[in-house]
């Protein structure tokens, strides 16, 4: 029987943070060893081209990224690992479901609310149109399965809906994903603990290929609170209560565990341990991804070929998707 196919994808906008791989990149990961499904997992460089960015620096943050992948434990010998622009069935789909989606669905996704408001100087159509793309991302694979966390749900709805409406008019196509929430720890930003770690706020991240010294330095001037007992209080120590969930997340423990591993300790004591926990669970990776990037052709021969095996698949479907509309003569 075969093994229900599992679709995710990140955007290549820079250096990946610790709120990445904790809500991402391990959990790709982990679902690529579980053995339980077959995974696509995209660089999905179309989508990236919607925020501000310099296009001398795409391609190099396209590698970095498939680095990323790889010295994190992705295995293209286990997963398709393939580049979302080198398969032109992407933006040829969305154009038809393009055709079906009203634009009423798109105008109250919440995220175009959001991203449009933080990029008043670039509210692009393909801002308005994401979802679509993400729609196109899923259904050409005949995904089942999208791991996602609840920000995603919205959209993924939406990617079920034009499969629904798509099969009701042109016949038995799409299969309908399903969700698979994760459980994605919430990381805040270590100069401001009530906003979302960001890398606009390189300051305020821990990036996955910092070095001990970087993320030493970071930690230490990470925002605490008053007083010195190390608790867990999201309400009263937000800054406290950010580094003791991060340890948590790498420790295996509970943030209330964590704290009590520490009592009596004082901030100090906590920031120069867990700076220690996050250096060593990623030094493999930075050894890996710098031995990775000194062979920039082994990336792109990893992403032709994983391109190339998702396009076997797409094309397929494509064919198919266009004698059901007409477009066959």
């Not at 809500?23 to 179309?46: P, R, T, W």
């Not at 919430?186 to 906003?195: A, F, G, H, W």
């Not at 867990?232 to 948590?248: M, Q, T, V, W």
């Not at 710098?290 to 698949?313: N, R």
Request: aromatic share 8%; glycine share 8%.
């Amino acid at each position: 029987m075969a093994k229900p196919i599992l679709f995710s994808g990140i955007q290549p906008t820079g250096r990946l943070h610790i709120g990445n791989y904790l809500g991402a990149l391990k959990n790709f990961v982990e679902l690529q060893n579980s053995g339980k499904y077959d995974c696509y997992f995209c660089i999905v460089d179309l989508h990236s081209l919607t925020g501000d960015f310099n296009p001398k620096e795409k391609s190099a943050q396209i590698l970095d990224l498939a680095a990323d992948f790889l010295a994190a434990g992705l295995d293209p010998k286990r997963s398709v690992i393939f580049q979302q622009s080198q398969v032109p069935a992407h933006s040829e789909l969305t154009w038809i479901l393009n055709t079906i989606t009203p634009m009423g669905e798109l105008e109250r996704m919440t995220q175009f609310k959001d991203k449009s408001g933080r990029q008043r100087e670039n509210v692009n159509v393909g801002l308005f149109d994401y979802p679509v793309l993400m729609a196109t991302d899923i259904l050409l694979y005949g995904t089942r399965i999208v791991p996602v966390g609840d920000d995603q749900l919205q959209h993924l709805e939406l990617t079920r809906t034009l499969a629904r409406k798509f099969n009701t008019r042109f016949g038995q196509t799409f299969t309908e994903p399903k969700a698979l929430l994760t459980k994605t720890p919430r990381v805040m930003s270590l100069k401001d603990p009530t906003k979302k770690m960001s890398k606009s706020v390189p300051e305020g991240c821990l990036f996955l290929d910092d070095g001990p010294d970087d993320i030493g330095s970071k930690i230490a001037r990470a925002v605490t609170d008053s007083g010195s007992e190390i608790e867990y209080d999201p309400e009263r120590k937000p800054g406290l209560s950010n580094l003791l969930e991060i340890y948590a997340a790498f420790g295996g423990y509970g943030p209330e565990e964590a704290a009590g591993r520490f009592a009596g300790k004082n901030y100090s004591d906590f920031k120069r341990t867990l700076a220690e926990l996050i250096a060593d669970h990623f030094a493999g990776f930075r050894a890996a991804k710098k031995a990775l990037l000194a062979k920039p052709a082994t990336l792109v021969k990893t992403l032709d070929a994983g391109s190339k095996e998702a396009s076997k698949i797409a094309e397929a479907k494509m064919t198919e998707i266009k004698e059901k509309v007409g477009l066959v003569v």
